[in-house]
């Protein structure tokens, strides 16, 4: 289980380096704030999480947001009635987005390619609408579910763990306070084990199973081998994934509403694990870290810095240059993560680790050149 | 009885705005084999089509009639159209029906806009899985609604019904039934009328005309077609602007029914898929049927009756009509067999 190769681990600690030292390296981008970190590391569990259903087997899923969605509504439910504590919080949010994805996958696997998706985003649209309408005595519709002080909280009441400060209770974990960095650690180490359980289902049997029946179902169905099962469970590992997310959101912040299920939000996570690398380990990762920082700053930016952005320009000129970068920042910076997007599907199917890569390769050509050809002359001269 | 043929008639109109969304996804799927998610964002253009048609039509002069004041005191502002400036009576009438005469406008630009689309990004993509396809076509959306968005603002922009058609018809007493026990909006009768007669021209163009003929039979078999010496391709591109067209007039027609806002054409997409899948994919006759079903068991189970029964069943009927069918008989109602049947 703990076997490593050498270059795995290597992998693994660059990782845990980079997202422990992400309060360092993002305070020059302006970044460095806990809430906005937390946000980083959330969704990259989530997109890690996609990425071994989408990554692996090619399955693509429109309905990831519903397990999102599940999961914090139950950890929230947790905290109402159980205890302010994350660890039951976390557990369950897992478990029900577990069996919820179960139910869902059981279903949708039963037909590919497209069907799939339209399976998935059937369930859940359903699950959204549900979630607005009749399941408002579990959802609080619109207003979205709160915890309350006076909610019964089983275990806090019978360990006798009162809330001594005034106001409202915060989730903690096991006493201590989740308020700013201490919440993002907490956050950034969900992180790394997630990190390393894809690793570890990337390098295993099943993942090399998943990926057979990525690359040909009917073949793999030929040798004998029953695929069912191995879909549902990266299908239910998938959607445990995107519960753990759901439920450090609600330990982030304790508030679940019906808007996190919708399926826009089923694609960003598309959008994300696209713009990283399908099926690599740390694209989707990048992927989520990169749209949720232009999220944060480019919706932050507004004319008033544009202006002073492109005082160099002549005046005439700057004005349009202005109005035309304003309708790409601000409210409209979905606009540029959309166009980001088309052009990544277009020119770079693999995202941004492709692009890297290719790169690198073209790098590594461009120097061997000069060489190669010295050899060849040497070789001339003998000849 | 009377409640029944109310909900009938209620279901028959959204259920012609599902039809014509899903015939052109059809259309689009079954001639270019793509699966297209921007169908809904060219609903939404057509949508935007009515309200640019409107708001050329009413630009106005404002001048101060110095005779008049109002109550408060203050000059009257005289508001006059341009076009009523120019037309007199005939401008007035043009303002007031601006909806409808939207069409007009809408097919040239969304035949435009098709074409381009296609040529520019989904011709690239033909060769590629249907989740790429997906993926591209998903991203062509958002960036169409952001650019709507951009320009009109994110707030719904209601637009007005010709004053005539404004009324209720009595659609009991055209049957012999007593005068007021079934009387239905005109505008939507309106609205039925007009997606049937869509359907009917863009079949009757698939099987009465030489280029429907060729169009069909690349459907059938690309290669043979393009092998006689036809350019296939070329027909396609147009079919591709006329399933945009199709999308925008039931989107122009569609807009004093539900106000449009940019993000209107993903609501209509999941449904219209959902509706494709149901009919069948690659079927233009099972799209067609399956919109009229789905719009009308859509009004049906919100009757009070029924969700007094099963609550909430009219949020999700249409998705668990899709889902049954998808388990229990792939190919939709009317799919031929072996299309994209695993």
Known sequence: ?383 | MDAILAQLLNGLDKGGAYALIALGLTLVFGTLGVVNFAHGALFMLGCFCAVVFRYLLTIETVTIDPEQLSPWGAPVELRTPLVQDWLGDWGAFLVDYSVPLSVLFAVPVMLVIGIVMERGLIKHFYKRSHAEQILVTFGLAIVLQEIVKSFFGANPMPQPIPSDLRSAADVGAWFGMEAHTLTYPTWRLVYLLFSLGVIGAVFAFMRYTTFGMVVRAGMADRETVGVLGIDIDRRFTIIFGIAAVVAGVAGAMYTPLLAPNYQIGMDFLVLSFVVVVVGGMGSLPGAVVAGFLLGILQSFASMNEITSIIPGIDQVIIYLVAIVILLVRPRGLMGRSGVMES
């Not at chain 1, 309408?133 to 909610?151: Q, Y």
């Not at chain 1, 907490?186 to 790394?192: D, P, R, S, T, W």
């Not at chain 1, 060489?371 to 070789?379: G, L, Q």
Request: some cysteine; overall charge positive.
């Open chain 1, 1 to 383: 289980m703990f076997s490593f190769t050498r270059k795995q681990f290597t992998m693994l600690v660059v990782f845990t380096a980079i997202v422990l030292t992400m309060p360092i390296w993002l305070s020059p981008l302006g970044a460095a704030y806990p809430g906005l970190m937390q946000k980083f590391v959330i969704y990259a569990i989530f997109a890690i999480g996609f990425n071994i259903l989408f990554g692996l087997t090619g399955y693509l899923s429109f309905g990831h947001a519903a397990f999102l969605g599940v999961g914090s509504y139950t950890a929230v439910w947790s905290f109402k009635l159980l205890s302010m504590d994350m660890i039951p919080a976390l557990f369950f949010a897992v478990i029900f987005a577990g069996i919820f994805a179960l139910f869902i996958g059981y279903f949708s696997l039963r037909r590919s390619g497209i069907y799939f998706s339209i399976l998935t985003l059937a369930f859940a649209q359903m699950s959204y609408s549900l979630a607005y309408s009749v399941l408002t005595p579990i959802t609080n519709g619109e207003t979205g579910l709160l915890i309350a002080r006076d909610d019964p909280r089983a275990i806090d009441t019978m360990l006798g763990v009162g809330q001594s400060t005034s106001g409202m209770p915060m989730p903690s974990l096991m006493g201590f306070d989740l308020t700013g960095y201490s919440g993002f650690y907490i956050c950034a180490l969900v992180l790394i084990v997630c990190f390393f359980v894809s690793q570890k289902i990337f390098a295993s049997p099943f993942g090399m199973a998943l990926r057979c029946i990525k690359s040909n179902q009917t073949r793999m169905m030929y040798t004998g081998f029953n695929t069912k099962p191995y879909m549902l469970t990266a299908f239910v590992i998938s959607g445990m994934f995107a519960g753990l997310a759901g439920g450090l959101l609600a330990v982030t912040d304790p508030i679940a509403g019906a808007e996190r299920m919708k399926w826009t939000e089923s694609g960003n996570l598309v959008l994300m694990t696209i713009l990283g690398g399908v099926g690599t380990l740390v694209g989707p990762v990048i992927g989520a870290w990169l749209i949720k920082y232009f999220e944060n700053i480019f919706s932050a930016i507004n004319t008033n810095m544009l202006n002073s952005f492109f005082e160099f320009l002549p005046d005439g000129f700057q004005s349009v240059m202005v109005t035309v970068m304003s309708k790409f920042v601000g409210e409209g910076w979905h606009l540029t993560l959309g166009l980001v997007f088309v052009l990544i599907v277009v020119f770079l199917p693999g995202g941004l680790v492709e692009g890297t890569e290719r790169l690198m390769r073209r790098f590594r050509r461009s120097s061997d050149k000069p060489r190669s050809s010295v050899s060849s002359a040497a070789s001339e001269e003998r000849s």
